[in-house]
Every structure is written in structure tokens, then in C-alpha cells.
């Protein structure tokens, strides 16, 4: 932040996000860190460097060398050796590592935490699949950490996240969990972790509903007689246009559908078929069923 960014290991945890905030407020930047450079992590760091957060606020950690020589020279970001010196040296940490290896990562920074009081200082941001803010509580008991779940859109910057904050953090800190999300996509808020899980059964899990329903439509303009990559292209680009209609317009989805169903004509027959097959029904007990998926996973 320059004399901001100076000043920022003096203040205390519970004051920083709000610290952090102010200075963007002022058209400053934050540090921030990723501990795992994968996939999600790259299109999140892709979408703040075109937001205009300098490269060098950025620092991250990745295991493989031949993947964190990638991210060096594609972002000119700097990578550190140790997960400890990405949290000492941020003000916001994405936690982008792999579920199986978490407690692993949470030990090591814990036994970090006790010698460098900076290294739990941060706001930690998981995207880690699965799991709670319990589980970071129980090794590092005062951070203030968000749980994010994303969806696999976020790597073409369409995702659609969710958050839920543990209680250690400020509203300040979901402004800037807000700030840091955005940067792939849209984000909203969850009062209660718990309703993540249906986050999961729906945006989590909802691309793969999307993608059956772009290739049942292909398949159907191929039956009538259309090539494959005209029905696919089309198929795929209706979808998108009807998502941004919802989102652009703000309406509810039935009066943009009975927009296009006239009287007796082509949609509401088809609309009628989809009926007649269970399709609204099939739909929401997919989602049913993958946020009760959810819910189990996180228990094991």
C-alpha cells in the first residue's frame, strides 16, 4: 500500500480487513497470496491482474516445479518455497490446495503461526472442497477465514461463488472476500455454512446439469437434420443467452419464458414436452441430490 502497506503488520487481526478495505477504497492494492497454484487459483489470478492489482502485491506456493515455473513466467508473479511465508507476506490468502492434502497444510502453518504471529494475521479464503470452517478453526483457532465455493465457470471468469464467514470475521472481510471472487465471476453471501451444501447441489454441480441439457438440445436439432457443430453452437449459445436475459433483466424466469410461448405456437409445444417428461421435477431433485451428496462427503 505504500506508507499503508508499511504500517500493516502493526495493526491488529481484527482490524486489518477493515485497514485492507479502506486503502482500496482510496484506489490503492492489498497483498495477496495463494497457497496452490492450480487451475482455479490461475483464473483467479488472471481476472485481479486485469483488474489492475499490480503483479507485485502477488506472491503464491506450488509444490511442482514445472507448474510454479508456468505461473512465473505467465502472471511474473513471485512464488515462496514455504506455505508459512506466503500468509506472513499477504494481507488475503486463497487456500487452493487439494482436500486430502489440507490438514497437512493447516498443520504446517499452525506450528508457523506460534513462532510468526503475521502467518494467522491474513484472511484466509478456502475454495477447498468440502471443507468447514471448523476444520481451519481447529488448527488455527483466532484466523478469520471464508469458505468459497466456486464453480468450474470461474476458469473462463463466469463462475458463480458462494461465502460464508467464521466468527472472527468483520463485514470488511466479506467486502473484501467479495472483491477477491468477483475477480472470476459473480459471488453472493450465505448467513449459515450449512446452506453451502446447496450451493453445491446447485452452482457447484450445476455446469454438469447445463452441459446434458446443451447436448440433449443438440442431439434434437441433429435429429431434425442439423449438422453437429451448428446444433451444438447453437444449443450452447441459447443457454448463454438465457442466462444473461435473467441476470440483465432481473426477472423472474416464467415471465421471460412466456414471452416467447405464443398462443399455440412452436415453444409452448415444446415446453409442453419437457413438461410431460418430468423436466422441472428431474431438475430439482438433481439439485436435491447433490446437496444431500454434499452434506454426507462433509462428514467423513
Same mark, same amino acid.
Given at each position: 500500500f505504500g506508507s499503508v502497506n508499511s504500517r500493516m503488520q502493526d495493526i491488529p487481526a481484527a482490524k486489518r480487513a477493515k485497514t485492507v478495505d479502506n486503502a482500496m477504497a482510496a484506489g490503492l492494492s492489498f497483498k495477496i497470496g495463494f497457497i496452490g497454484g492450480g487451475q482455479m487459483a490461475e483464473a483467479m489470478l488472471g481476472g485481479l491482474l486485469k483488474g489492475g492489482l499490480p503483479a507485485e502485491n502477488i506472491t503464491f506456493s506450488e509444490p511442482f516445479a514445472e507448474r510454479r515455473k508456468y505461473m512465473e513466467e505467465k502472471f511474473?508473479?513471485?512464488?515462496?518455497?514455504?506455505?508459512?511465508?506466503?500468509?506472513?507476506? &499477504? @494481507?488475503?490468502?486463497?487456500?487452493?490446495?487439494?482436500?486430502?492434502?489440507?490438514?497437512? #497444510?493447516?498443520? @504446517?502453518?499452525?506450528?508457523?503461526?506460534?513462532?510468526?504471529?503475521?502467518?494467522? @494475521?491474513?484472511?484466509?479464503?478456502?475454495?477447498?472442497? *468440502?471443507?468447514?470452517?471448523?476444520?481451519?478453526?481447529?488448527?488455527?483457532?483466532?484466523?478469520?477465514?471464508?469458505?468459497?465455493?466456486?464453480?468450474?465457470?470461474?476458469?473462463?471468469?463466469?463462475?458463480?461463488?458462494?461465502?460464508?464467514?467464521?466468527?472472527?470475521?468483520?463485514?470488511?472481510? *466479506?467486502?473484501?472476500?467479495?472483491?477477491?471472487?468477483?475477480?472470476? =465471476?459473480?459471488?453472493?453471501?450465505? =448467513? @449459515?455454512e450449512k446452506l453451502l451444501d446447496a450451493v453445491t447441489g446447485l452452482s457447484g454441480s450445476g455446469p454438469a446439469y447445463v452441459y446434458l441439457m446443451i447436448e440433449a438440445m443438440s442431439d434434437g436439432g441433429v435429429r431434425m437434420g442439423l449438422p453437429r457443430a451448428t446444433a451444438t453452437k447453437l444449443a450452447a449459445q441459447t443457454v448463454m443467452g438465457a442466462g444473461q436475459m435473467v441476470l440483465a433483466t432481473g426477472q423472474h424466469p416464467g415471465p421471460l419464458k412466456d414471452n416467447v410461448t405464443s398462443p399455440g405456437g412452436t415453444t409452448i409445444a415444446g415446453v409442453h414436452a419437457l413438461e410431460? =417428461? *418430468?423436466?422441472? *421435477?428431474?431438475?430439482?431433485?438433481? #439439485?436435491?441430490?447433490?446437496?444431500?451428496? &454434499?452434506?454426507e462427503l462433509g462428514k467423513l
Amino acid at each position: 500500500f505504500g506508507s499503508v502497506n508499511s504500517r500493516m503488520q502493526d495493526i491488529p487481526a481484527a482490524k486489518r480487513a477493515k485497514t485492507v478495505d479502506n486503502a482500496m477504497a482510496a484506489g490503492l492494492s492489498f497483498k495477496i497470496g495463494f497457497i496452490g497454484g492450480g487451475q482455479m487459483a490461475e483464473a483467479m489470478l488472471g481476472g485481479l491482474l486485469k483488474g489492475g492489482l499490480p503483479a507485485e502485491n502477488i506472491t503464491f506456493s506450488e509444490p511442482f516445479a514445472e507448474r510454479r515455473k508456468y505461473m512465473e513466467e505467465k502472471f511474473k508473479i513471485i512464488s515462496r518455497e514455504m506455505n508459512h511465508e506466503v500468509c506472513a507476506a &499477504s @494481507d488475503v490468502v486463497v487456500m487452493a490446495v487439494k482436500p486430502q492434502v489440507l490438514d497437512s #497444510v493447516l498443520t @504446517d502453518l499452525a506450528t508457523a503461526a506460534e513462532k510468526d504471529k503475521k502467518v494467522a @494475521d491474513c484472511l484466509l479464503i478456502s475454495i477447498v472442497a *468440502g471443507k468447514t470452517l471448523s476444520l481451519f478453526e481447529k488448527f488455527l483457532p483466532t484466523s478469520r477465514v471464508a469458505r468459497v465455493m466456486p464453480n468450474t465457470p470461474a476458469l473462463l471468469g463466469c463462475g458463480a461463488s458462494c461465502y460464508a464467514l467464521n466468527r472472527h470475521c468483520a463485514a470488511a472481510d *466479506g467486502e473484501l472476500v467479495e472483491s477477491v471472487m468477483s475477480s472470476c =465471476g459473480i459471488v453472493e453471501k450465505v =448467513g @449459515d455454512e450449512k446452506l453451502l451444501d446447496a450451493v453445491t447441489g446447485l452452482s457447484g454441480s450445476g455446469p454438469a446439469y447445463v452441459y446434458l441439457m446443451i447436448e440433449a438440445m443438440s442431439d434434437g436439432g441433429v435429429r431434425m437434420g442439423l449438422p453437429r457443430a451448428t446444433a451444438t453452437k447453437l444449443a450452447a449459445q441459447t443457454v448463454m443467452g438465457a442466462g444473461q436475459m435473467v441476470l440483465a433483466t432481473g426477472q423472474h424466469p416464467g415471465p421471460l419464458k412466456d414471452n416467447v410461448t405464443s398462443p399455440g405456437g412452436t415453444t409452448i409445444a415444446g415446453v409442453h414436452a419437457l413438461e410431460t =417428461g *418430468g423436466f422441472r *421435477g428431474t431438475v430439482m431433485n438433481a #439439485v436435491e441430490a447433490a446437496t444431500k451428496r &454434499s452434506t454426507e462427503l462433509g462428514k467423513l
